[in-house]
């Protein structure tokens, strides 16, 4: 439901707020006095073009805000919401905001959040149809029109059987693609697939041992210098005189006769014969390391090919071991599935067949109900047409298979086998049209009004707008054009802008929109009305301010619950 309207500088409007209410929402006002603004504003925060020429005299910048209660709404609304990046809804109300500037940009942003034009108006068809001559008008559209049929006879059921058994299939095709490739192609990823996996598991790779090979490698590569610079801390420690281990022992004889002559000096003493000792040690550490160092020659071409291979292998394939062993796993995976493409092209053929047979089964169940349950749909809005003064006007739905339009065996949509078009006839002996060929904005929102009071309890959009529903019509059409516009009120939220008082008189809530000269400017206004508010204006509608037009008035909004 929407809740609250706010239109800045749009046209006549400098800045307005409109509250409206659950129900019929009726909207009238003399010629010129702005209602179009109303359903032009509700049509921008939807998301349609931008007129810079709608601009407020002296403004530079227009914003249009809504909020809607959307609480109401099943999860796939908001999964829609969801899949485009817009922001929950706090509380169960939507936030939407429109802005265009007169330089020529514009901003649009839902939830608080910006987005893209295309995403706003993606949202707007879930919310509000607007019926008259504008354009956002789901009920033209085949695709919806086949949605409404299903809802009317309850094949959602059916509908969901169809389209799961169609993407099954589609998933299953994308596998099979996947398999199918030229034989040339084949036996050359063959080829590759098998050098890469043997030519990876040859290697025995394994990632905890990348850091030590380093070592290894880096070691090896400059034993050469590291045997020359053993030799020399050797020859540092215990060789030529005067070495290390020499210096120590001389300073120990000094030590030893000093400790002789004073009790004091045997610490230092002590002090060099640790020193000695771990001089002794650290010899013998490097000449164990000297040896160490010796690798044979065959030992170093092992390590220097060891490494030379891994990084081979990571140019390759992947920028470590892991990443290498990784690339192999999912390269023996791919090439069991090319070994074994004939067995696997079977099983697939094999469940495709299946999956398909469901769909021919299923798909002709659901053309079968369709066509059992259009009679019943064309039959009650031929009614309710007759009730809106379309007394010899004939309605049809015509259901077709795409087959029979040229299209290919075999390629069907989620939707079913099936295409879909309202037909209407207004006059006797006129052929039928489709609605989108309708030439009166009058006749094709009466049009939509009928079939919106058949399909109450099944379409989801919770707003509809109606516009010029009253156009060519008076008398008793009139009063029955009001009683609809409740009816429809009872499963949703109905604004309708009105020329006629006993269309208005039947709203729920009743708007009036009038100018008025503020600071000598032309302003347009909305003004809820209360009890003595509807009647004058109804009695206004009526064309007089007499005794005997206040009196009619009366007699309507008494009797708007009759």
């Avoid at 695709?143 to 299939?169: M, N, P, T």
């Avoid at 230092?268 to 013998?284: G, I, N, T, V």
Wanted: proline share 3%.
């Amino acid at each position: 439901m929407l809740t609250d309207l706010r239109i800045k500088n749009l046209a006549l409007v400098d800045d307005l707020t409109i509250q409206f209410g659950p129900g019929y929402n009726a909207v009238t006002g003399e010629t010129g006095a702005g209602k179009s603004i109303v359903i032009g504003a509700l049509g921008l925060v939807l998301g349609e073009r931008a007129d810079r020429t709608l601009l407020r005299d002296g403004s530079e910048q227009c914003s249009v805000e809504a909020i809607i209660d959307v609480s109401s709404l099943d999860d796939e609304f908001h999964l829609h919401l969801q899949e485009n990046g817009v922001e929950p809804c706090e509380e169960g109300q939507l936030l939407l905001k429109r802005t265009f500037t007169s330089a020529g940009s514009n901003r649009q942003f839902i939830n608080g959040s910006p987005t893209s034009l295309s995403v706003l108006s993606s949202v707007g068809e879930w919310l509000v149809d607007i019926h008259g001559p504008h354009d956002h008008q789901s009920l033209l559209k085949s695709v919806r029109q086949l949605e409404i049929l299903d809802a009317y006879g309850g094949l959602s059921s059916q509908r969901k059987a169809f389209a799961e058994k169609v993407d099954e299939k589609s998933a299953l095709e994308t596998e099979k693609a996947a398999l199918i490739i030229d034989e040339d192609a084949y036996a050359r990823e063959l080829d590759l697939l098998r050098f890469q996996v043997n030519e990876i598991e040859a290697a025995q790779l394994n990632p905890d041992d990348e850091d030590a090979l380093e070592h290894a490698f880096q070691r090896a590569t400059n034993s050469a210098r590291l045997a020359e610079l053993s030799v020399e801390a050797k020859a540092f420690i215990n060789g030529e005189e005067p070495s290390a281990q020499d210096l120590i022992n001389n300073a120990g004889r000094v030590l030893q006769k000093m400790a002789e002559l004073d009790e004091e000096a045997e610490t230092l003493l002590e002090q060099q014969s640790q020193l000695s000792e771990q001089f002794a040690e650290l010899a013998a550490s490097v000449e164990d390391y000297a040896e160490r160092l010796n690798l044979d020659p065959e030992q170093l071409r092992q390590v220097e090919e060891r490494y030379n291979l891994i990084q081979t292998l990571k140019r390759k394939y992947g920028g470590t071991i892991a990443d290498v062993v990784a690339f192999g796993d999912k390269a023996a995976k791919r090439l069991a599935e090319l070994e074994g493409r004939d067995e696997a092209l079977a099983k697939l053929n094999e469940k495709i067949e299946q999956v398909e047979q469901s769909i021919q089964s299923l798909g002709q169940a659901l053309s079968d109900a369709r066509k059992e349950i259009a009679p019943r749909l064309v039959e009650e809005a031929e009614q309710q047409l007759n009730d809106l003064g379309f007394l010899q006007s004939r309605f049809d739905v015509e259901i077709v298979d795409p087959v029979e339009l040229g299209q290919a065996p075999g390629t069907y949509a989620r939707t079913g086998f099936d295409q879909i078009e309202f037909l209407f006839a207004p006059n006797p002996g006129e052929p039928f049209k489709p609605l989108k060929a309708i030439a009166s904005s009058g006749e094709m929102a009466r049009v939509m009004l009928a079939l919106k009071t058949v399909l109450a309890s099944q379409d989801k959009i919770p707003i509809l707008v109606f516009d010029e529903v009253d156009a060519n019509v008076g008398g008793e059409t009139a009063a029955v054009v009001g009683q609809k516009m409740n009816e429809i009120g009872s499963k949703r939220q109905v604004l309708c802008i009105t020329h006629l008082a006993p269309v208005a008189a039947s709203g729920a809530a009743h708007f009036l929109v009038e100018k008025i000269v503020t600071d000598g400017r032309t302003v347009t206004r909305v003004l809820p009305l209360n009890e003595e508010g509807r009647i004058a204006e109804l009695t206004r509608m009526l064309g007089g301010s007499g005794n005997a037009a206040r009196q009619h008035a009366e007699e309507l909004f008494v009797g708007r619950e009759g």
